[in-house]
């Protein structure tokens, strides 16, 4: 028998009302982490100006990602067919909230600031959230899938640049990435679907170029 596919749900005032509260936060307060900071009982280590500077940059990039992160997860749990989905998603969520937090304060201690485009990053992406979940669950949880992938290869190339004696940064950005892996490894659980090769360029061409301007602003 012929089944129609789930139509996509739309959000309710309430839903609207709760997300914007969630952009609010996400860009304008402190992010706080249930989980203790990964780099807690690390000493900071010395470091010359240059050597700041560029991890400085590095959780800079780090932090755009997890702004990004928060939108897309928004907008996929917003227009989520499936509750198990959605609530996985929220989930997911709060982990990047938590990663929002370590970078935060490690970029204070290197004392330097946030990305002045996080705005600009999160309107792209809630907009490509909600693209996605409107697709369909099996390809909002593909493209889910392959973004957490793609974060992990950067933070991978991170850990290779990250001055060595560092080791708070590298601490946190070593924890981002098993979470970063384990989302990944659970969207594909919850049934992903694999993306087409050039969607894959695509985004890691709009990944590469956000990480550059992440980088100097």
Same mark, same amino acid.
């Given at each position: 028998?012929? $089944?129609l596919p789930?139509?996509?749900?739309?959000p309710?005032?309430?839903?609207?009302? #709760?997300?914007?509260?969630?952009?609010? &936060? #996400?860009?304008?307060?402190?992010?706080?982490?249930?989980?203790?900071?990964?780099?807690?009982q690390?000493?900071?280590?010395?470091?010359?100006?240059?050597? $700041?500077?560029?991890?400085?940059?590095?959780?800079?990039?780090?932090?755009?990602?997890?702004?990004?992160?928060?939108?897309?997860?928004?907008?996929?749990?917003?227009?989520a067919?499936?509750?198990?989905?959605?609530e996985?998603?929220?989930?997911?969520?709060?982990?990047?909230?938590?990663?929002?937090?370590?970078?935060?304060?490690?970029?204070?201690? +290197?004392?330097?600031?946030?990305?002045?485009?996080n705005? +600009?990053?999160?309107?792209?992406s809630?907009?490509?959230?909600v693209?996605?979940?409107?697709?369909?669950? &099996?390809?909002?949880l593909?493209?889910?899938?392959?973004t957490?992938?793609?974060?992990?290869?950067h933070l991978?190339?991170?850990?290779?640049?990250?001055?060595?004696?560092? *080791? $708070?940064?590298?601490?946190?950005?070593?924890?981002?990435?098993?979470?970063?892996?384990?989302? *990944?490894d659970?969207?594909?659980?919850?049934g992903?679907?694999? +993306?087409?090769?050039?969607? $894959?360029?695509?985004?890691?061409? #709009?990944?590469?170029?956000?990480?550059?301007?992440?980088?100097?602003?």
């Open positions: 028998m012929f $089944k789930a139509l996509p749900r739309l309710s005032l309430d839903d609207v009302v #709760t997300e914007f509260d969630t952009v609010l &936060r #996400t860009l304008a307060a402190p992010a706080t982490s249930g989980r203790a900071h990964p780099d807690a690390i000493d900071e280590a010395e470091l010359d100006e240059v050597e $700041k500077r560029h991890a400085a940059g590095l959780m800079r990039v780090n932090h755009s990602g997890e702004i990004c992160a928060q939108a897309l997860y928004q907008g996929q749990a917003l227009t067919r499936d509750p198990a989905n959605r996985a998603l929220r989930h997911a969520a709060q982990e990047e909230v938590e990663h929002l937090a370590w970078t935060e304060r490690r970029i204070d201690e +290197l004392g330097s600031h946030r990305s002045v485009l705005p +600009l990053w999160y309107a792209g809630l907009a490509i959230g693209t996605a979940g409107l697709v369909g669950d &099996r390809w909002n593909g493209f889910l899938a392959e957490e992938r793609q974060v992990g290869a991978q190339s991170h850990l290779g640049t990250l001055p060595p004696q560092d *080791a $708070k940064s590298r601490a946190v950005v070593e924890q981002m990435y098993r979470d970063e892996m384990g989302h *990944a659970l969207a594909v659980e919850l992903a679907a694999e +993306l087409p090769r050039p969607l $894959k360029a695509v985004m890691g061409l #709009t990944s590469t170029l956000m990480t550059s301007l992440s980088y100097r602003f």
